[in-house]
């Protein structure tokens, strides 16, 4: 039996971004890797109806060299230590204008689709919820449902989500009643 599954950006969804000039940025310093509220009771009501949980986050400043892998390691490690995840996909990728071009960076759905291989994920039963429209594409080219945390970023969405919510608790009741509802 297949599982379904919750995937979840990193920066913006699970952890406060560093905003600059109206742009989310990833925190450089463990100090600054800040759970935000209402996320572990999220990810725990997520957990008791029967979903994995996922993270799929881009980390281009280890492949752009003016982040340590560590360094993001040790927030990983952080944020494992305060939610009950299941699994970690990450791209250190730094991106095509980087010359790192990868079919596992966002918007590609390569993250996504490792992680269905090798969890058993059934795509088309799971969610993506990000702030960033590389999310939304993402999980739409992977075959999920789509939910977009707006948080009034300075950028366009490319494709349209499913629904859109003000933060991860929202996200939660939103698949959690439409999950329910067979919908």
């Known amino acids: 039996m297949k599982h379904r599954a919750v995937f979840l950006d990193r920066d913006g969804v699970i952890n406060r971004p560093i905003i600059r000039d109206g742009k989310p940025f990833p925190p450089m310093r463990v100090e600054e890797f800040e759970v935000l509220p209402g996320v572990a009771e999220a990810c725990a009501k997520f957990k008791a109806v029967g979903f994995l949980l996922v993270v799929a986050t881009n980390q281009p400043d280890v492949g752009r060299g003016t982040l340590a892998r560590e360094t993001v390691e040790a927030m990983h490690a952080k944020m494992c230590a305060a939610l ?15 010359g790192q071009p990868s079919e596992f960076r966002k918007p590609a759905p390569g993250m996504l689709l490792r992680a269905a291989r090798e969890l058993g994920i059934d795509l088309t039963q799971s ?7 590389r999310d939304i594409d993402c999980g739409a080219e992977a075959g999920c449902r789509t939910v977009f945390i707006d948080l009034a970023h300075d950028e366009a969405l490319r494709v349209m989500p499913d629904f859109r919510a ?3 608790s929202e996200a939660a009741e939103i698949i959690i009643r439409a999950t329910s509802a067979g919908s």
């Open 84 to 98: 009950p995840l299941d699994h970690i996909e990450v791209c250190y990728d730094g991106g095509a204008a980087h």
């Open 127 to 133: 969610w993506m919820v990000g702030d960033r429209w």
């Open 166 to 168: 003000r933060d991860l």
